[in-house]
C-alpha cells in the first residue's frame, strides 16, 4: 500500500515532501522514495493458523518484517530489501499427546531493483495546486495509471533446515516423526529464486489511491508461485490514511486468500506509524493476524530546479516575454462601481478570479500555500484555524476599523493564486494615506495570474477611492509583511512569511516599485562570560546613569498587568514610522490571547525609570519555527507536542518585538534589555538567535548585533504603485 497524504505532491515527482510508505499492507506503490532518500520500513506482526487438515493443529508466531529503500541515480529508479523472520510455536494435534515444536527462519529476504516504466502524471500541467472541484472531481483520464517493474532475487542462507520452505508454517507436519529423525529434509528452497512484480497505481478523486500488484514469485525452484495484490487507500486528512486490501496466492504448495483493513498516522515528515488487521477465506489453514509499525527516512534529496527556484536571468526573460504579451492584448477597463458575484468572471483568457464568500471559498484561500509549497523545504506554514480567523470578520476585531476582499485566481479550474485587499481605514481618514493594502500574495509563476490579482486589487482601492497600493503587508504593523528578496534557503518563522523568488520579479515587471527594505539577522549567543565585556560594562553604566529597575517575570499572569502599557510604548517608539497605524484597545486585547499563549515568561524582560514608568522592553521566544513545520497547519492531534517542546527544549529564539521611548531611544537601553535576556538564553541553552525585520536604516540596533557573531540572512521589500 503507497500512504499519500499530500497526493498532489506525488503526481509530479517520486520525491515527495512527506513520507511515502508502503507500509501498513502488502503491496508495493509504483513509485520510488526518491533520489538521495533512505527509508526504513519495520514492524511487527502476530500471527495465529489453525489447519483443519491436520487435526486442527495451531501455529502461533511473531514475525519481523524489515525493508530498506534507497533512491539513486535517477528518480524512476529504487533498490529495495525485503525481509520478514519469524518466530512460532507449532502444536500438533495429529498425535497424541499434542508435541510442540518451536521453529524460526526467514519467510522473505528479497533484494531488487525497482523502475518506474509509465508515468502519466508527468503529461498533465505542470501546476501541483488544486481547487477543491478540481480535487474531488471524477475523471476517467485518472485512471490511466503508472507503472513500474521490479526484478531481483530471493535468497535463501538455510539450505539443510529450511523451517518455512516456499513460506509453509506447516511443513514440519508434513513429514512423518520417524522420517524427521533419520535426517529427511522434506521440500527445500534453492538458494536463489527470482521475482517480478508489475505494480500500478492510480489516483482519483482528490484522496483515493488505487494499487496493483501481479507477481510471479520464486521462479527457477521447484514450486513457483503467482500472485495478486489490489489495494486501496483513501486519505482522510493531511495526516490520516486508511486502506482496504486483497491479496490471493496461487502455487502447488500454497493456495490462499487473504484480506486486510488498517491506517496510518503521519507522526513527522519523515515518520509514519501503522497498524492493520488481517484474515484469510479458507481454513486449511485459517489466519488472524494483528500488525504495527513504523517508517522512517533519512531525507538528503536535494530539489531541482522548479518554477520558484530557476535563474533570475531566465525568470526575467520569461516575465519580459509575459508583460510584452499582456500590454497587446486588448485589456477590460476598470470600473470602480463594479461588484463581484460568487460566480467567477473571466478577467483574461483562461484566468478566472472569484470573490471569496463561503466557507469552502475562504478554506481554499487558507489551503493554497500548503500545495503551492508542498515541495518546499523553507516555507512554513501557519496554523489554519488561526489564518481562518483573521480574516474571518465575526472573529478578528480589526474588521471594526477595516474592509477586506479576498480574491482566489483559477486557470482551467485548477487554483493558481490567491490576494487580500485591504483598506485600514485608521490610516485613511486619521493618518491622511489614501493606500490600499494587499497581503496574502501567493501564485503560480505565470505573469498573467498575478497580473489577474493586483489587477482586483487595483479595482477594490478605485471602489473605495484610494490612490495607490501597498504591499505585502496585513491589517497592520502587527501582522506579516514584506516580500522576502534574499533568504530564499532560509526558513521563516512564526511571525515572517516566505515566499518564491519570482514573486519580487513579477512585481517590478507589472509596474511596482520598492518602498521600503527590513533586514533580518541570525545571532551567535556566546556564554555570559564570553559575551562582549563593551555591552556588559555599557549596560551597567545605563542601568546607573538613568536609575532604572529590571521588571522580571516568572509566570504568565506576572505579565498581563504590562500589557497594555507595552502596546502603548510600542506606539510612541514607532509612531514616526511612515508604515506605522495605531493600535486600537481591542486589537490590543485580541493579540494579547493569540500570541500570549506561545510566551514563556522569562523570555520578556521589562525595563522602568526610577518612577516605576514602563520606558523599554524585549519579548522574545522560543523558535517555533520546526514545532511548525513539523505541524502542518495543526496543533492537533499532536502539533501541540512540537510547539510544547519547543518551548522547553530548544536552542534558537526569535527576537519579536522591541519598544524603546522616545526619550531613552539612543541612549543605550537596548544594550541594557539584550544583556538581560542573554542571561535567560544562556540559562535555557538558547545559542542562536533570530531577530524580527528591521527597517534598513535602523542603523542604532544594527551597531548592537557588530558586537556579536552575526549574519545577515534575509531581506524583506514593500512595493507601491499608484491606482
Known amino acids: ?26 503491496s508495493i ?33 511473531t514475525i519481523g518484517f524489515f525493508s530498506l529503500r534507497w533512491g539513486f541515480l535517477i528518480e524512476q529508479l529504487e533498490l529495495t530489501y525485503e525481509g520478514s523472520y519469524l518466530l512460532d510455536k507449532l502444536t500438533s494435534a495429529i498425535v497424541t499427546p499434542n508435541p510442540t515444536y518451536k521453529q524460526d527462519g526467514f519467510l522473505r529476504n528479497f533484494i531488487g531493483i525497482k523502475y518506474l516504466v509509465y508515468d502519466p502524471f508527468k503529461r498533465k500541467e505542470e501546476i501541483n ?24 532475487a530471493n535468497f535463501n542462507p538455510k539450505q539443510n533446515d529450511q523451517a518455512f520452505p516456499y513460506g509453509d508454517v506447516f511443513n514440519i507436519t508434513h513429514r512423518p516423526i520417524l522420517y524427521r529423525n533419520i535426517g529427511g529434509i522434506g521440500i527445500t528452497e534453492p538458494l536463489f529464486s527470482y521475482r517480478a512484480t508489475i505494480a ?15 507477481s510471479y514469485d520464486r521462479i527457477a525452484s521447484d514450486f513457483p508461485e503467482q500472485s495478486y495484490i489490489l489495494t486501496l487507500t483513501h486519505t482522510f486528512s493531511p495526516k490520516w490514511s486508511v486502506y482496504m486490501e486483497n491479496q490471493g496466492i496461487y502455487s502447488e504448495v500454497y493456495v490462499d486468500q487473504i484480506f486486510r483493513t488498517g491506517a496510518a498516522f503521519l507522526l513527522t515528515d519523515d515518520i509514519q506509524i501503522e497498524g492493520s488487521l488481517g484474515a484469510n477465506t479458507k481454513d486449511s489453514p485459517a489466519l488472524i493476524s494483528l500488525n504495527a509499525g513504523v517508517s522512517y527516512r533519512l531525507d538528503f534529496h536535494k530539489d531541482k530546479d522548479k518554477a520558484g527556484i530557476r535563474s533570475e536571468k531566465d525568470r526575467k526573460k520569461a516575465l519580459k516575454k509575459e508583460r510584452k504579451g499582456l500590454d497587446n492584448k486588448q485589456k477590460k477597463p476598470l470600473n470602480p462601481n463594479e461588484k463581484h458575484n460568487a460566480k467567477p468572471e473571466k478577467t483574461k483568457p483562461m484566468i478566472r478570479i472569484l470573490k471569496a464568500q463561503t466557507s469552502a471559498h475562504f478554506k481554499d484561500f487558507v489551503q493554497f500555500p500548503f500545495k503551492l509549497y508542498a515541495d518546499s523545504k523553507y516555507w512554513v506554514p501557519p496554523i489554519s484555524k488561526e489564518e481562518l480567523e483573521v480574516i474571518d470578520q465575526s472573529k478578528n476585531p480589526v474588521f471594526q476599523n477595516a474592509d477586506a476582499s479576498f480574491f482566489l485566481a483559477y486557470k482551467n479550474d485548477l487554483l493558481v493564486g490567491r490576494v487580500a485587499a485591504m483598506v485600514n481605514w485608521i490610516e485613511v481618514n486619521e493618518l491622511k494615506k489614501r493606500k490600499v493594502r494587499f497581503g496574502w500574495f501567493d501564485f503560480i509563476d505565470e505573469l498573467e495570474v498575478s497580473s489577474a490579482l493586483l489587477n482586483e486589487v487595483s479595482r477594490f482601492g478605485k471602489q473605495h477611492q484610494l490612490e495607490f497600493i501597498e504591499g505585502p503587508v496585513g491589517f497592520s504593523n502587527l501582522d506579516k509583511a514584506g516580500l522576502l528578496v534574499s533568504g530564499f534557503e532560509e526558513m521563516n518563522t512564526m511571525i515572517t512569511q516566505y515566499n518564491f523568488p519570482y514573486y519580487a520579479d513579477h512585481l517590478e515587471a507589472l509596474g511596482y516599485e520598492k518602498l521600503a527594505q527590513w533586514v533580518e539577522y541570525e545571532i551567535k549567543i556566546p556564554s555570559f562570560d564570553k559575551s562582549p565585556e563593551k555591552v556588559k560594562r555599557f549596560a551597567q553604566i545605563v542601568y546607573d546613569r538613568y536609575h532604572l529597575k529590571l521588571i522580571d517575570f516568572k509566570k504568565t499572569s506576572d505579565i498581563l498587568p504590562y500589557v497594555e502599557q507595552m502596546f502603548e510604548l510600542l506606539a510612541e517608539t514607532y509612531k514616526d514610522l511612515q508604515t506605522f497605524v495605531p493600535v486600537q484597545p481591542y486589537q490590543i486585547r485580541h493579540y494579547k490571547e493569540k500570541y500570549f499563549r506561545y510566551i514563556h515568561p522569562e523570555y520578556i524582560k521589562c525595563v522602568a525609570d526610577e518612577n516605576d514608568r514602563l520606558i523599554a522592553f524585549v519579548i522574545t521566544m522560543p523558535s517555533f519555527t520546526k514545532a511548525l513545520k513539523k505541524a502542518n497547519g495543526s496543533f492537533f492531534p499532536f502539533g501541540f507536542l512540537g510547539v510544547l517542546w519547543a518551548q522547553y527544549f530548544n536552542n534558537r529564539a526569535s ?61 524583506r521589500v514593500t512595493f507601491t504603485k499608484a491606482i
Open 655 to 715: 527576537f519579536y518585538l522591541i519598544g524603546v521611548h522616545p526619550e531613552y531611544q539612543n541612549k543605550g537601553v537596548t544594550a541594557v534589555l539584550f544583556n538581560e535576556i542573554q542571561k535567560t538564553f544562556n540559562k535555557r541553552g538558547i545559542t542562536i538567535v533570530e531577530t524580527n525585520p528591521e527597517l534598513e536604516e535602523n542603523k542604532a540596533i544594527q551597531q548592537m548585533w557588530k558586537n556579536y557573531k552575526n549574519r545577515l540572512h534575509k531581506k
Open 1 to 26: 500500500m503507497v500512504l499519500l497524504f499530500f497526493v498532489s505532491s506525488t503526481l509530479f515527482a517520486q520525491y515527495t515532501d512527506q513520507i511515502n510508505s508502503n507500509r501498513p499492507g502488502e
Open 129 to 152: 495546486v488544486y481547487s477543491w472541484n478540481a480535487n474531488n472531481s471524477f475523471r476517467i483520464r485518472d485512471l490511466i495509471p503508472a507503472v513500474s517493474l521490479t526484478v531481483g
Open 200 to 214: 500500478t497505481q492510480s489516483h482519483f478523486l482528490g484522496t483515493w489511491v488505487f494499487v496493483t500488484n501481479f
Open 29 to 61: 506503490g509504483a513509485f520510488s522514495v526518491g533520489t538521495g532518500v533512505i527509508q526504513f520500513e519495520a514492524g511487527g506482526e502476530y500471527r495465529f493458523y489453525k489447519h483443519k487438515g491436520y487435526n486442527n493443529s495451531k501455529v502461533n508466531g
